[in-house]
């Protein structure tokens, strides 16, 4: 009797702007269902060099983590705004070739579109083939939007702004904040301008510090009279979807919330990021003020699954109107799995 050959596994590292995290999923399956818990250490990395070696500390140690599968699994280093920043300089580049010699393998570094597609594809798509509206991902250093409609993504848009950018630039005034997000969501075509055009649909919240505020409402919910708390709140096969109007009226209490009264709340999660709360909840609202949204969704996934649906045979197909669908390993061509990469900044030729 043959022995059954054994599973291997995926293993995304991600070098963030904030912290650095890695995550293993089985290399075969429908679905990017982790195995086992995440290694997660915060390293605020977007704040420079100085921050170079706690993070190469922080690698290692996610090598350690991965030490039991040794032999069984294959590694994706992927970075993101941060390691965009450090490829501009040389002290940059050799701390990228320390990182690289970590896993004995490529770091992609991907654009922010690239991350914006990899974030739609992880977070929404893979779950809500169909989904319309604007997926949104606030990382520690950047903000990266994708334009849905029908499951296709229409359009990839980065802001070089997130959280610890914000925070470190001095924009705890968070009017000077949302004056300096409103400049930057100017340049998205699809936003604002003469070619703004009608998203609609549901605003997908990605990220950390956003599933935090997720949190925070959700804590809200269930203070309130159950009529008003499961009126807010629906259930749905993605995520949980929020009424706009109840999301909105919350997140103007939580943007003026004072940052040390939420170091005593309830939820821990809460109480560790108590200082980016507000600032998140004002840029959320924001946006969902300017998309128009109909619903909002907090969503579970993002850069890890998005990378974990590439490597696994998911492919971007190119529509007739500009769009991209998502396609299943079972209907994707090797050359369209091939191009996918290319695209999203997986392939060899796109290692930093």
Not at 9 to 34: I, K, M, T
Not at 72 to 80: H, L, P, R
Not at 275 to 294: D, F, G, I, N, R
């Amino acid at each position: 009797m043959t022995p059954p050959e054994p599973t291997r596994f995926l293993a995304v590292v991600d070098v963030g702007s904030q912290s650095v995290s890695v995550a293993v999923y089985p290399l075969e399956g429908e679905r990017p269902l982790r195995v086992g818990p995440r290694y997660k250490v915060t390293t605020c990395l977007v704040q420079g060099p100085q921050q170079y070696p706690a993070t190469l500390d922080a690698l290692q140690d996610c090598r350690t983590f991965l030490a039991p599968l040794e032999g069984a699994y294959e590694v994706v280093v992927v970075g993101t705004e941060a390691t965009r920043q450090a490829q501009r300089t040389e002290e940059g580049r050799r701390f990228l070739a320390q990182v690289q010699g970590i896993f004995r393998c490529p770091v992609f570094v991907v654009t922010g579109e690239q991350e914006a597609l990899l974030c739609a594809l992880g977070g929404v798509l893979l779950r809500t083939p169909t989904a319309s509206g604007v997926s949104g991902d606030l990382g520690g250093g950047s903000l990266d939007l994708a334009h849905l409609k029908n499951g296709e993504v229409q359009s990839a848009w980065s802001v070089p702004l997130g959280v610890l950018t914000f925070l470190s630039q001095g924009y705890q005034d968070i009017d000077r904040a949302l004056k300096t997000l409103h400049t930057h969501l100017a340049e998205v075509p699809w936003l604002s301008g003469p070619r703004r055009v009608p998203v609609g649909g549901d605003f997908y919240a990605l990220g950390g510090t956003w599933r935090t505020v997720g949190r925070w409402l959700q804590a809200v919910a269930t203070t309130r009279p159950a009529t008003e708390g499961l009126a807010a709140f629906q259930d749905t096969p993605y995520g949980q979807r929020l009424r706009v109007r109840w999301a909105l009226e919350q997140l103007d209490v939580l943007a003026r919330t004072p940052p040390e009264a939420l170091e005593h709340h309830t939820v821990k999660k809460v109480r560790k990021r108590a200082e980016s709360l507000p600032l998140a909840a004002s840029l959320l609202k924001v946006l969902l003020e300017v998309h128009a949204s109909e619903g909002l969704v907090i969503e579970a996934g993002g850069l890890r699954e998005g990378v974990w649906a590439a490597v696994t045979g998911y492919s971007l197909i190119p529509q007739p109107e500009g769009g991209l669908r998502v396609t299943p390993p079972s209907s994707s061509s090797a050359q369209a799995r091939s191009e996918t990469l290319r695209r999203l900044g997986l392939a060899a030729t796109n290692q930093g």
